[in-house]
């Protein structure tokens, strides 16, 4: 069974920086697309930034420049660097992955649990 465990996340100052990982784990042969979601309280779940195998990057207008995700494919992780945290950016931040399971099948979406990143004013 596949699992995405996130980590990372916390109580930052406005202007700090942050890094969260998430762990892939179970039978997997290929993920592609990866990202990172998040939500904050009241509001819809948004992209925040997906990266495909070949390093492709793509990110919401309001963290370009401030995050930038990473993925270490040999050992199934991706990653979001946060700088300048703003009070704006506190949300519950989601690791999202597409995985194929085997050279052949489909992919399946997997969602991580979630990591909490408060950023103070």
């Known amino acids: 069974q596949v699992q995405l465990v996130e980590s990372g996340g916390g109580l930052v100052q406005a202007g700090g920086s942050l890094r969260l990982s998430c762990a892939a784990s179970?039978?997997?042969?290929?993920?592609?697309?990866r990202g990172w979601y998040r939500q904050a309280p009241g509001k819809q779940r948004d992209l925040v930034a997906t990266?495909?195998?070949?390093?492709?990057?793509n990110y919401a207008d309001s963290v370009k420049g401030r995050f930038t995700i990473s993925r270490d494919n040999a050992k199934n992780m991706v990653y979001l660097e946060m700088n300048s945290l703003k009070p704006e950016d506190t949300a519950v931040y989601y690791c999202?992955?597409?995985?194929?399971?085997?050279?052949?099948?489909?992919?399946?979406?997997?969602w991580g649990k979630g990591t909490l990143v408060t950023v103070s004013s």
């Open positions: 179970g039978i997997i042969f290929s993920i592609n697309p």
């Open positions: 999202n992955a597409h995985i194929y399971s085997t050279r052949f099948s489909s992919s399946r979406e997997y």
């Open positions: 990266i495909a195998t070949d390093g492709t990057t």
